[in-house]
């Protein structure tokens, strides 16, 4: 069983992470929590850590947004958007089992102290910012390092908070590289 309680949006969320993986998962239902939510995730935090794993859209965005500014030792599970959508609907519940145990091992917490290991330079350098496929690249990296999509602004902050390592980014954009050229 895993350890820490896993918090996504709804209850079609709930069913797909319990069926993927033997945990306590509780659901914000959307963007309407209310402070004694907050409370609970809090306390449950301090008690057993808590995985945020909202959708990979905008609205699950801002929720992980929101909930990470009011819980700060949480860590962050990503999917990236192509393995959550199924005609057109973007959400946890269309990911398979394999993608949602995937996203949850390589959950990562948010740093408290902000490190600045990369900077802009290091994303134009790599072709995550500027490029013509940058997005894509970003994307890319982003599932193989579990933080997720994000511009290329949100991309830097989180390779600074989610204590990617130098060497761990390095390897990834040497596999991107490589599965390209092939």
């Known amino acids: 069983m895993i350890k820490e309680v896993i918090v996504v949006e709804?209850?079609?969320d709930i069913t797909a992470v319990k069926a993927a993986v033997d945990a306590e998962v509780i659901a914000t239902n959307g963007f309407g929590y209310k402070r004694e939510f907050i409370e609970t995730l809090k306390s449950l935090s301090e008690r057993r850590g808590i995985?945020?794993?909202t959708d990979p859209d905008y609205a699950g965005e801002q929720?992980?947004?929101d909930l990470s500014k009011h819980i700060k030792n949480c860590?962050?599970?990503f999917l990236p958007q192509g393995k959550a959508i199924k005609k057109d609907d973007i959400g946890v519940e269309n990911a398979t089992k394999e993608d949602i145990i995937q996203a949850i091992n390589k959950a990562r917490p948010s740093k408290i102290e902000k490190q600045i290991l990369f900077s802009k330079e290091?994303?134009?350098e790599f072709g995550l910012s500027g490029g013509s496929d940058s997005r894509q690249r970003r994307d890319t990296l982003g599932h193989i390092l579990g933080i997720g999509y994000g511009n290329a602004k949100q991309f830097l902050n989180r390779l600074n908070n989610f204590g990617?390592?130098?060497e761990e980014f390095v390897k990834a954009i040497e596999r991107i590289d490589l599965d390209g050229k092939q």
């Open 51 to 53: 995985i945020i794993l």
């Open 63 to 65: 929720i992980r947004r």
């Open 122 to 124: 290091d994303l134009v």
């Open 75 to 77: 860590k962050h599970a």
């Open 164 to 166: 990617v390592t130098r």
């Open 10 to 12: 709804g209850k079609d």
